[in-house]
């Protein structure tokens, strides 16, 4: 059975879907509307009970989180070079970056990006600003440490977890936060990967 991704524009479903096409993998892509009350109801619940996007479904399961789909596709479609074996001296880094890019960085840039944006469900105190702006300036620093003698953030090379980080500092740049020259440098070179700009194009209109 094919992988299903339902995806929208500038979702979290671009590190998945990103990570497919590097993979080389055909899956099934339908692009759904950030429309946040219909992903707050019963038929969207059916797809994905947590309300978000992405969902995944592959044999008949379907389950969320883009960190999940990605370890997911790497697992059950590799083995693949974006991936890190146990074995391998750089394996607890590649696990640190792919759940840093989300629990120790995105949830910080969404929450600033929608607050900004006057979002009124992402309102957030003065307080809460500062802490996001903070996390965020220490996720530009050590991606400025990782990648000062390299061009990815693994001595291994290009990973699944510059994808997930790629990710993020995407979503930063579209609340135009400011990136340091090193992270804007490393932010140049995922963007020059046809498989990074054909899944932000994906569902555009």
């Not at 429309?35 to 994905?48: H, I, K, Q, S, T």
């Not at 044999?59 to 999940?68: I, Y």
């Not at 990710?167 to 990136?179: E, M, P, S």
């Amino acid at each position: 059975m094919t992988f299903k991704l339902w995806h929208s524009v500038h979702a979290r479903s671009i590190r998945p879907l990103w990570l497919a096409k590097e993979m080389g993998l055909e899956i099934d892509v339908e692009v759904v509307s950030m429309d946040r009350p219909w992903l707050a109801g019963e038929e969207w619940a059916e797809v994905n009970p947590a309300g978000k996007v992405p969902a995944a479904e592959h044999e008949g399961v379907r389950f969320g989180e883009s960190g999940a789909m990605m370890q997911y596709l790497l697992a059950r479609f590799g083995p693949s070079d974006l991936d890190v074996p146990a074995d391998h001296p750089d394996f607890g880094p590649f696990l640190f970056w792919l759940h840093f890019a989300e629990a120790g960085s995105c949830m910080y840039v969404a929450t600033w990006l929608g607050n900004r944006a006057g979002m009124p469900e992402y309102a957030i105190s003065d307080g809460h600003e500062a802490l996001c702006l903070e996390r965020m300036a220490r996720m530009q620093t050590l991606i400025a440490r990782a990648t000062a003698d390299r061009p990815w953030l693994l001595s291994k090379g290009f990973t699944a977890a510059d994808i997930a980080m790629g990710y993020t500092l995407h979503l930063a740049r579209l609340g135009k936060y400011d990136l340091t020259p090193p992270v804007a440098a490393y932010l140049k070179r995922l963007r020059e990967r046809p498989a990074f700009s054909d899944s932000v194009a994906l569902g555009k209109s």
